[in-house]
């Protein structure tokens, strides 16, 4: 009879040992899904990154572009003005120099 306890014993034991190691082997098939899945999310996410940068990029390129171009359209339109003022100048003391001329 004892040896008929410590046999039910013994298996329970096992049993429980065979419950126990079935139950870690579920837990590390699924930390290694969990941690495929968090790779895929990483992959994913650097993939994302990488794609923004590239617009980001590209979008600071054409506006640095524009910024160029206006500056260059400013300063040709402010040459053009400074020119328009030194003719109306010009145009101005001719005014003066023949409104002198006639009025002797």
């Known amino acids: 009879d004892g040896c008929k306890s410590k046999l039910n014993d013994a ?11 079935s139950a870690l082997q579920q837990q590390v098939a699924n930390l290694k899904q969990s941690r495929s899945d968090l790779v895929g999310q990483i992959d994913g996410l650097k993939g994302e990154m990488d794609t923004t940068t590239t617009t980001l990029r590209d979008e600071l390129s054409q506006k640095s572009n524009k910024i160029a171009e206006l500056e260059a359209s400013m300063s040709s339109e402010k040459a ?23 009025e002797r």
């Open 11 to 21: 298996e329970d034991r096992f049993a429980s040992a065979v419950e126990e190691k």
């Open 80 to 102: 053009a003005g400074n020119k328009l003022r030194s003719q109306l100048r010009e145009t101005n003391l001719r005014l003066k120099d023949l409104t002198a001329e006639r």
